[in-house]
T-cell receptor
Framework: AQKVTQAQTEISVVEKEDVTLDCVYE???????LFWYKQPPSGELVFLIR??????QNEISGRYSWNFQKSTSSFNFTITASQVVDSAVYFC?????????????FGKGTMLLVSP | DTEVTQTPKHLVMGMTNKKSLKCEQH?????MYWYKQKAKKPPELMFV???????INESVPSRFSPECPNSSLLNLHLHALQPEDSALYLC???????????????FGPGTRLTVL
């Protein structure tokens, strides 16, 4: 069975601090995809990034960066110079095939609170 | 058009009521999903439709009845719900056959359901 662990339940930072959200996954598949989603208080899940198991390059998008390390089965997410608008719940997810179809296994989420 | 829309935004219903949740996407996606999300928990998959056919039913009670009238629409019919069914119901879509292993899912804003 596949599993995604986000050990940090809640993180509080002050604006402009850098923050890293951890994600550790378990899978027996050699081909898999990892995702990060953001869920602001409004409720909608917003897609942030997808990474496949063969691409270990780190990625940077503005203030966001992701560190994928297969050796430690981790896919961590860093927000640089955090802002109040970054306050949300962040979910890491693993794509798996069930009955020939693809579904997402979500971690429990990390709530990020950024105060001014 | 890159969004998934859901109506209504909020719904309050009694245990004897019959109501429906609606989801629509015009991205040409052929996989559509219903998730249930309780407070402070990750989304839980309920149903997957692929090419308008029900592909996955995650052992959801029969008081929830999904329907996919066409490739753009997904309904969730509710009947005789229990108070513990109160939750945020999220619809998502993705391209391809059940989204393919690596396709991201695009989520709607959700319907916040309260069962009295």
């Amino acid at each position: 069975a596949q599993k995604v662990t986000q050990a940090q339940t809640e993180i509080s930072v002050v604006e402009k601090e850098d923050v890293t959200l951890d994600c550790v996954y378990e899978t027996r598949d050699t081909t898999y995809y990892l995702f990060w989603y953001k869920q602001p208080p409004s409720g909608e899940l917003v897609f942030l990034i997808r990474r496949n198991s063969f691409d270990e390059q780190n990625e940077i998008s503005g203030r966001y960066s992701w560190n994928f390390q297969k050796s430690t089965s981790s896919f961590n997410f860093t927000i640089t110079a955090s802002q109040v608008v970054d306050s949300a719940v962040y979910f890491c997810a693993l794509s798996e095939a069930i009955q020939g179809y693809s579904t997402l296994t979500f971690g429990k989420g990390t709530m990020l609170l950024v105060s001014p | 058009d890159t969004e998934v829309t859901q109506t209504p935004k909020h719904l309050v219903m009694g245990m004897t009521n019959k109501k429906s949740l609606k989801c629509e996407q015009h991205m040409g996606h052929r996989a559509m999903y219903w998730y249930k999300q309780k407070a402070k928990k990750p989304p839980e998959l309920m149903f997957v439709y692929s090419y308008e056919k029900l592909s996955i039913n995650e052992s959801v009670p029969s008081r929830f009845s999904p329907e996919c009238p066409n490739s753009s629409l997904l309904n969730l019919h509710l009947h005789a719900l229990q108070p513990e069914d109160s939750a945020l119901y999220l619809c998502a879509s993705s391209p391809g056959l059940a989204g393919g292993l690596g396709h991201e899912q695009f989520f709607g804003p959700g319907t916040r359901l309260t069962v009295l």
